[in-house]
């Protein structure tokens, strides 16, 4: 039974969130930019990328592993409908609200940046929410089967027991990442275009289950972990090296999924040794830091639009991008959390109430459900279709 609150799990998920809202600013200083619809600086600051094309092979899966292991520690004090209802509720409301409002923004500040006048409405877009679906989806598949990994597993155990433990259970991911460069599931793109393929549906199916499987394990993992975290780190940072004299990103392949691997577990083992500690400030950022995120994206195309015209060094441009965008959202986020009605579409949760209206409560069930439903439905249509493509001779 898993009966400690791991708030390592907690800070990690907080700094992950807050990398993907820098890793978006830079993005902002690359000549691609434009590409993927963000309001771009004139001026590239390409040296940046050094530093976020480290995180890029990890950053996406590690969340998907911290959510696994989030679900697993949920379900220790919840019955599966209740973890569905909350699922559905912190998820999957957020994500529907978003992609109808605030991606929609986001897309519509670039166009208008661009001069571009369009004939038709803007349609709803995940943009950055993308991986929320995922994270739902995954977690609807696994609540009816977590009973199954409740105790952990034996198998599982005698492998994390052995001295290289966790390094053995690599083994899966480099196959995958061999798959993966070999029938393009990425679109031939590589490793890290995880938005919109199947490469990026399957790995974090895969990460997510990772997560599951592993805490199912309880002191086990951890001491694996503990034994193996700075072989993880040397690793993968010197796979980073080699993959950044060798120039191999955009391949994917084994290699890059190796390097992912390690430095995954090397980040979880530092959380571990570093991070599992409670304080005020992790409780009021692991509350904020979801709301955050949601914000943050169209607020960096609006200042965007007011920074980069101006004449300032690129690096002042990217410093106050990060500053004011930050300084927005959690601005908002404050705004939110004080009027009930708006929390739960920022995935905030309400006080329980003493009392309910058993005729709302039973139709905000119903319209959950049937959110969920329709999620599912999408998930299956899309990843089905892009199935269906890969599988078709040329």
Same mark, same amino acid.
């Given at each position: 039974?898993?009966?400690?609150?791991?708030?390592?799990?907690?800070?990690?998920?907080?700094?992950?969130?807050?990398?993907?809202?820098? %890793?978006?600013?830079?993005?902002?200083?690359?000549?691609?930019?434009?590409?993927?619809?963000?309001?771009? *600086?004139?001026?590239?600051?390409?040296?940046?990328?050094?530093?976020?094309?480290?995180? *890029?092979?990890?950053?996406?899966?590690?969340?998907?592993?911290?959510?696994?292991?989030?679900?697993?520690?949920?379900?220790?004090?919840?019955? =599966?409908?209740?973890?569905?209802? /909350?699922?559905?509720?912190?998820?999957?409301?957020? %994500?529907?609200?978003?992609?109808?409002?605030?991606?929609?923004?986001?897309?519509?500040?670039?166009?208008?940046?661009?001069?571009?006048?369009?004939?038709?409405?803007?349609?709803?877009?995940?943009?950055?929410?993308?991986?929320?679906?995922?994270?739902?989806?995954?977690?609807?598949?696994?609540?009816?089967?977590?009973?199954?990994?409740?105790? &952990?597993?034996?198998?599982?155990?005698?492998?994390?027991?052995?001295?290289? @433990?966790?390094?053995?259970?690599?083994?899966?991911?480099?196959? %995958?990442?061999?798959?993966?460069?070999?029938?393009?599931?990425?679109? &031939?793109?590589?490793?890290?275009?995880?938005?919109?393929?199947?490469?990026?549906?399957?790995?974090?199916?895969?990460?997510?289950?990772?997560?599951?499987?592993?805490?199912?394990? !309880? /002191?086990?993992?951890?001491?694996? +972990?503990?034994? *193996?975290?700075?072989?993880? +780190?040397?690793?993968?940072?010197?796979? %980073?090296?080699?993959?950044?004299?060798?120039?191999?990103?955009?391949? &994917? @392949?084994?290699?890059?999924?190796?390097?992912?691997?390690?430095?995954?577990?090397?980040?979880?083992?530092?959380?571990?040794?570093?991070?599992?500690?409670?304080?005020?400030?992790?409780?009021?950022?692991?509350?904020?830091?979801?709301?955050?995120?949601?914000?943050?994206?169209?607020?960096?195309?609006?200042?965007?639009?007011?920074?980069?015209?101006?004449?300032?060094?690129?690096?002042?441009?990217?410093?106050?991008?990060?500053?004011?965008?930050?300084? !927005?959202?959690?601005?908002?986020?404050?705004?939110?959390?004080?009027?009930?009605? +708006?929390?739960?579409?920022? &995935?905030?949760?309400?006080?329980?109430?003493?009392?309910?209206?058993?005729?709302?409560?039973?139709?905000? =069930?119903?319209?959950?459900?049937?959110?969920?439903?329709?999620?599912?439905? /999408?998930? +299956?249509?899309?990843?089905?279709?892009?199935?269906?493509?890969?599988?078709?001779?040329?």
């Amino acid at each position: 039974m898993l009966t400690e609150r791991r708030h390592d799990i907690d800070a990690l998920r907080v700094i992950v969130l807050f990398l993907l809202i820098g %890793y978006h600013a830079a993005v902002a200083f690359q000549p691609w930019g434009w590409d993927i619809a963000f309001i771009s *600086n004139d001026k590239s600051l390409e040296s940046l990328w050094i530093f976020f094309s480290l995180i *890029n092979t990890w950053r996406i899966p590690i969340l998907f592993v911290i959510s696994g292991m989030a679900l697993r520690y949920a379900y220790e004090k919840r019955d =599966k409908w209740t973890l569905f209802n /909350e699922r559905t509720k912190i998820i999957l409301l957020p %994500y529907y609200f978003g992609i109808n409002t605030v991606t929609i923004l986001h897309i519509g500040l670039f166009f208008s940046y661009i001069g571009v006048e369009l004939d038709e409405s803007i349609e709803s877009d995940p943009a950055h929410l993308w991986f929320l679906a995922n994270i739902a989806f995954y977690a609807f598949c696994s609540i009816p089967f977590l009973h199954i990994v409740k105790n &952990g597993s034996a198998q599982f155990s005698k492998v994390l027991n052995l001295r290289f @433990g966790t390094l053995f259970l690599s083994l899966p991911w480099v196959v %995958y990442g061999f798959l993966q460069e070999s029938l393009k599931l990425a679109w &031939g793109l590589g490793w890290t275009m995880y938005a919109g393929s199947l490469h990026g549906f399957i790995l974090g199916l895969m990460c997510f289950h990772y997560g599951i499987v592993l805490v199912s394990q !309880g /002191e086990v993992f951890w001491e694996s +972990l503990k034994r *193996n975290m700075p072989i993880h +780190l040397a690793l993968g940072i010197g796979l %980073y090296i080699y993959r950044l004299l060798g120039e191999f990103e955009l391949q &994917g @392949g084994p290699l890059v999924a190796f390097e992912s691997y390690n430095f995954i577990f090397g980040v979880l083992g530092l959380g571990q040794k570093y991070l599992n500690k409670q304080s005020s400030t992790l409780d009021y950022l692991k509350e904020a830091v979801f709301p955050v995120y949601i914000f943050h994206l169209p607020l960096q195309q609006f200042f965007a639009t007011l920074i980069f015209p101006t004449n300032l060094p690129a690096y002042l441009k990217f410093f106050f991008l990060i500053v004011l965008t930050l300084f !927005g959202s959690f601005t908002l986020f404050h705004v939110v959390k004080r009027i009930k009605i +708006l929390r739960p579409l920022y &995935g905030l949760r309400n006080p329980p109430a003493e009392a309910k209206n058993m005729f709302i409560a039973k139709s905000a =069930k119903i319209f959950y459900y049937c959110l969920a439903a329709l999620l599912v439905i /999408e998930i +299956l249509f899309l990843y089905g279709i892009f199935t269906l493509i890969y599988m078709s001779p040329g």
